[in-house]
Every structure is written in structure tokens, then in C-alpha cells.
């Protein structure tokens, strides 16, 4: 039976160590209906490991990734930085499931420049000065 080889892994993992969330492998099957999981072939699930696990070629001179702790919640950062190298269709697609111009985010670029425009001037006074 084809489905049961995903099954299978996930009952094993569950058991062996129940406080892991598991690969992302793991993860995107779990969000399939159950039917669909299953019905990959252990070839499939291994080509698939395979795919996923594949660490990118290429490093960014910039890659920045932090957790701040805020108030209750925890916020991540990312900050990734290098030379493009996406196509214009898969950008053209991002730019429309990313927008830039939503609520939040022009609520935090108006907090960066808020931050930033005092340290600026406080630099540039500190520099004048000498001290």
C-alpha cells in the first residue's frame, strides 16, 4: 500500500521523540489532506527528503536572523541581503503575495525613521563636536 510509508514515519517520529515538530517534509505533509499523504510512495518520500533537505548553494554576504522577546510575544527578524538572482516571473509573483505598502509595514518604516532621524543627528552632533 503506498500511503502507508509516510504513515509510518510519522507514527515512528511521534514516538520517538513526540516533542520535535518534525522536518519540513513532515510539516508539509501534515498540512495535506490526509488521503494525499498518504498516497506517496516511499520513492516519493525519499526524492522528496532529498529536495527539501538540500541546503541552498549559494550563502548571502548579508543573513541576519534574530528572535526578540517584545512585552508576551516573540518577534523575529530577518534580514537577507545579496544579488538577485530570482527571475522576473517569480518576482513579479512575490511582490504580489508580499505587498510592501500594507498598514504594518509603513507603521514600522515610520518607526525606523523615527529612530533613526535622532541617532542621526545625534552623531553627526557628537562628530562635529569631537567628543
Known sequence: MPGAAWSTRTAARDQTAPGLRGTLQDRILARMDRDVANSFTEAQLLELERVLGAPSSRRLPIDIRLTVPFMRWRIFLTILAGTEHRSAERLKEERARHALCTITNVCFFVFLV??????????????????
Open 114 to 131: 523615527v529612530l533613526f532621524i535622532p541617532t542621526f543627528i545625534g552623531l553627526v552632533h557628537i562628530f562635529a563636536i569631537g567628543h
